[in-house]
């Protein structure tokens, strides 16, 4: 499903009052509001951002990460989501959003999960980020407002205004994520265990997962005033063809490394480990 460009800055306009100006921000001045004339977003200080032809808006401010998604591994990604392997996980995703009437994904890739938690929840409004200008021209394309940000340079959104943020396989900036989320809003993490396809890896020769992620996890929102309220191990085996293997593989940072091309179909575990966090009384 292609939306036409009306649908897609109704989208983005619905999304407009969680934006702040990264320009301002820069300067000291946190939360400036920004709002859409015609094809441009503009703050009271007269910042101005191009809305792209394709719907979505850049606020990075700055070349894009050299780990952002291509177009290569977008199509891997989006044969792969397509074909439903990891639907358990997006319903894991979408059960941990709560009711949120705002939802956030940082890093959102082409926006498959953060599509499930919108059509979960339509009153809501959803916002994609990520650092790659072809991850949100497919986004976008979906009709989900889109901002290109790198979240380690710091999310150009107002403090406390996000319910529900989502980071699924993508860089957590846990101070940030502390800063954005509102009182009773949390933070649902989806990060890979070791156990994750770890057949296939062993098989290719693909990256490892870092043992003690997990903790790591859980030290870092710590220190960002986020406690871990709640926690899911997704774990399930999928009989994969090798198509499908070869996009498991190129829509993920091993696309970015050599490595061995499967051989032929095969069954791989997926574990996922998928975490909410949220202030709770030892942190007001
Ligand atoms: C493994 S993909 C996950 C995408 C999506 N969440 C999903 O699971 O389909 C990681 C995403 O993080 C994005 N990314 C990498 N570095 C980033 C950064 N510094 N800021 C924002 N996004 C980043 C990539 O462009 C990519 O879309």
Partial sequence: MTVPLARRLAALDRAAGL????????????DAPLARSERRLRCGA??????????????AGSAQPRNADTARMLDARGRLLGSGVHEPLRRAVVEACGEPSTIVEAGAG??????????????????????????LRRAAAIGLACVVADTWAGLPLRAGCVDALLCVFAPRNAA?????????GRVVVAAPTTAHLAGLRAELGLLDVADGKADRLVGQMGDAGLDRVGNRLVEFEAACTREQLRDLV????NAFHEHAAPRGPRTVVVSVLVSVFARTTRHP
């Fill in 110 to 135: 082409p926006g498959w999960y953060l599509a499930g938690a919108a059509a979960a929840h339509p009153r809501a409004v959803p916002l994609a980020m990520d650092a790659s200008v072809p991850a």
């Fill in 250 to 253: 190129d829509m993920g940072p």
């Fill in 46 to 59: 007269g910042h101005a951002f191009d809305v792209a032809r394709q719907g979505y808006v850049n606020l």
């Fill in 176 to 184: 940030e994520f502390s800063r954005v989320l509102s009182g009773a």
């Fill in 19 to 30: 934006l702040a100006c990264p320009v301002c921000a820069r300067r000291g001045v946190p």
